[in-house]
């Protein structure tokens, strides 16, 4: 930069694993499950589910799976973070030089303290805090909310700061997802000219968080739906939604990713495409849960004798709809700063 960064923005994700290992991912899962917003029940309750069972079971069993999806320079989600990082930095340094980008996970590396440090160290004196959370929910925007102001409770000179709530309906986001599939169809056809769907998939939560607790997350879900349908110009019966990723006995969201896939197969649905509009960039819910979890339960769902044709959609990552998004994003959330 030709001048001392004044104003800076900080994007946060959830994060990953520093390797795809049995002890990595224990130790990323100890810090990511120990969050009260991820996991809403009494520490007695939970802690010994946590270290008397999960810790000790589901470590190996996803180290196994991000082998899988392991890119030769980490994994995904970080991957395609740093990317965006890059490229957002380039676009933002040619009219705003004077914005410098930050990045950091909550749980994993790069981590918040570090970087929080290096944001002080810089002499920051306007921050920016953007979750890559398009769909606010307190188990992920909420969660990145408190990793900030814990530390930030740290430091002595503490700058003048925002954070975006959330974009679900954000213009500029819904024109990056209909890029990110029309440019996809372009290339691939689309799966209505041989009678086929597009299947939007959203992480899921606990139905509880909606209907005794009034999150929001469940209602810009559906706007997200509602608003990249229009857009896509897509009618009735072309389009379905879904929640994915549930986890424990408790009944979450619905109607199931994985419930809605064996029913499309079952019904011999020549070609299912699917897209997971809330997932900033690809990662092993979208990589390993979606594009070959899924497939296989659609494809296997099938009738004999018919053939299933399932495509995933990837993520934004570090598209150029995505950097243009979030340049519009960032831009008016900084007015008055730049």
């Given at each position: 930069?030709?001048?001392?960064?004044?104003t800076?923005?900080?994007?946060?994700?959830?994060?990953?694993?520093?390797?795809?290992?049995?002890?990595?991912?224990?130790?990323?899962?100890?810090e990511?499950?120990?969050?009260?917003?991820?996991?809403?029940?009494?520490?007695?309750?939970?802690?010994?589910?946590?270290?008397?069972?999960?810790?000790?079971?589901?470590?190996a069993?996803?180290?196994?799976?991000?082998?899988?999806v392991?890119?030769?320079?980490?994994?995904?989600?970080?991957?395609?973070?740093?990317?965006?990082?890059?490229?957002?930095?380039?676009?933002?340094?040619?009219?705003?030089?004077?914005v410098?980008?930050?990045?950091?996970?909550c749980?994993?590396?790069?981590?918040?303290?570090?970087?929080?440090?290096e944001?002080?160290?810089?002499?920051?004196?306007?921050?920016?805090?953007?979750?890559?959370?398009?769909?606010?929910a307190?188990?992920?925007?909420?969660?990145?909310?408190?990793?900030?102001?814990?530390?930030?409770?740290?430091?002595?000179?503490?700058p003048?700061?925002?954070?975006?709530?959330?974009?679900h309906?954000?213009?500029?986001?819904?024109?990056?997802?209909?890029?990110?599939v029309?440019?996809y169809?372009?290339?691939?056809?689309?799966p209505?000219?041989?009678?086929?769907?597009?299947?939007?998939?959203?992480h899921?939560?606990?139905e509880?968080?909606?209907?005794?607790?009034?999150?929001l997350?469940?209602?810009?879900?559906?706007?997200?739906?509602?608003?990249?349908v229009e857009?896509?110009?897509?009618?009735?019966?072309?389009w379905?939604?879904?929640?994915?990723?549930?986890?424990g006995?408790?009944?979450?969201?619905?109607?199931?990713?994985?419930?809605?896939a064996?029913?499309?197969?079952?019904?011999?649905?020549?070609?299912?495409?699917?897209?997971?509009?809330?997932?900033?960039?690809?990662?092993?819910?979208?990589?390993?849960?979606?594009?070959?979890?899924?497939?296989?339960?659609?494809?296997?769902?099938?009738?004999?004798?018919k053939?299933?044709?399932?495509?995933?959609?990837?993520?934004?990552?570090?598209?150029?709809?995505?950097?243009?998004?979030?340049?519009d994003?960032?831009?008016?959330?900084?007015?008055?700063?730049?």
């Amino acid at each position: 930069m030709t001048q001392q960064a004044k104003t800076a923005v900080l994007l946060l994700n959830t994060g990953s694993p520093d390797h795809p290992t049995t002890e990595s991912v224990r130790e990323y899962l100890a810090e990511f499950l120990a969050d009260p917003r991820v996991v809403e029940l009494p520490r007695w309750k939970w802690w010994p589910i946590l270290h008397g069972i999960i810790l000790r079971k589901r470590p190996a069993k996803s180290a196994a799976r991000y082998q899988g999806v392991w890119m030769e320079e980490g994994a995904p989600l970080v991957v395609y973070t740093r990317r965006t990082v890059a490229k957002l930095q380039a676009a933002l340094s040619a009219k705003h030089p004077g914005v410098r980008v930050y990045w950091a996970m909550c749980y994993g590396h790069p981590s918040l303290p570090e970087v929080i440090e290096e944001i002080q160290r810089d002499r920051i004196e306007r921050l920016l805090v953007m979750p890559l959370f398009a769909q606010y929910a307190p188990q992920t925007t909420a969660s990145c909310f408190d990793a900030v102001a814990h530390q930030l409770m740290k430091c002595r000179n503490i700058p003048s700061l925002r954070m975006t709530h959330d974009y679900h309906n954000h213009p500029a986001y819904i024109e990056a997802l209909r890029r990110r599939v029309t440019d996809y169809w372009a290339e691939h056809g689309t799966p209505m000219a041989t009678g086929g769907k597009l299947l939007m998939s959203f992480h899921g939560v606990p139905e509880s968080c909606i209907t005794d607790k009034g999150d929001l997350y469940k209602a810009q879900c559906l706007e997200t739906v509602r608003l990249l349908v229009e857009a896509l110009k897509l009618k009735e019966g072309e389009w379905e939604l879904s929640f994915q990723s549930r986890f424990g006995p408790e009944e979450w969201l619905q109607p199931y990713s994985i419930d809605t896939a064996k029913r499309l197969g079952e019904e011999g649905l020549p070609r299912l495409d699917v897209i997971c509009p809330g997932f900033a960039a690809d990662c092993l819910e979208t990589i390993e849960e979606i594009a070959d979890e899924l497939c296989g339960i659609y494809r296997s769902a099938i009738p004999a004798g018919k053939k299933g044709d399932f495509r995933y959609i990837p993520a934004l990552n570090d598209s150029d709809p995505a950097i243009a998004a979030y340049f519009d994003i960032l831009e008016k959330e900084l007015a008055g700063w730049i």
